[in-house]
């Protein structure tokens, strides 16, 4: 997307305010998922991965259930403890405390053969798609924040 582009997307949502701005989520994700789907997410941009990341755990709750966002992720070694640590610093506490109940061993191999996780799991993931079924406007006033605090950092994407 060029400069011009971002540009006038991020003016777009900017004055459709918070409510509305699920109607720019998908665009802002697909910014940032064409710029970096090849890179190692260790190396993406804080703005781009955590919304790509909260945006995929909102995304998995409503569509299959959030346990599946935990279990894909959990073969990225690190992935959620970055997004921990990134909501932590920004004083996102109640987010990371939600966040953190549904990170477990999926990637362990005594549960590769037959996906028997222990049920616990699935009764705190349970709890987790019940809080961002609750919290969903909030989720979006977060991510909207995220890219109104960040538009520097989103328009040096752009091509020229």
Known sequence: MTYDGIYKLIASAES?????????D???????Y???MYTPFMDIPD???MYMEINN???????????????????QTGKFERVLSYLRTNHEEEMASVYACGIHDYANEKYQENYDYPEEWFDETDKIDKWISVHEQSIYQWM???IMNHK???LNLGET
Do not use: K, N, T
């Open 152 to 154: 520097s950092d989103l």
């Open 34 to 36: 064409d710029r970096f």
């Open 16 to 24: 459709s305010g918070p409510e509305m701005f699920w109607e720019y």
């Open 57 to 75: 755990w909102q995304g998995m709750s409503v569509r299959c259930g959030v346990w599946q966002y935990y279990e894909s992720g959990s073969f």
């Open 26 to 32: 998908g665009q802002f994700f697909m910014l940032f």
């Open 144 to 146: 909207y924040d995220l």
């Open 47 to 49: 703005i781009a991965f």
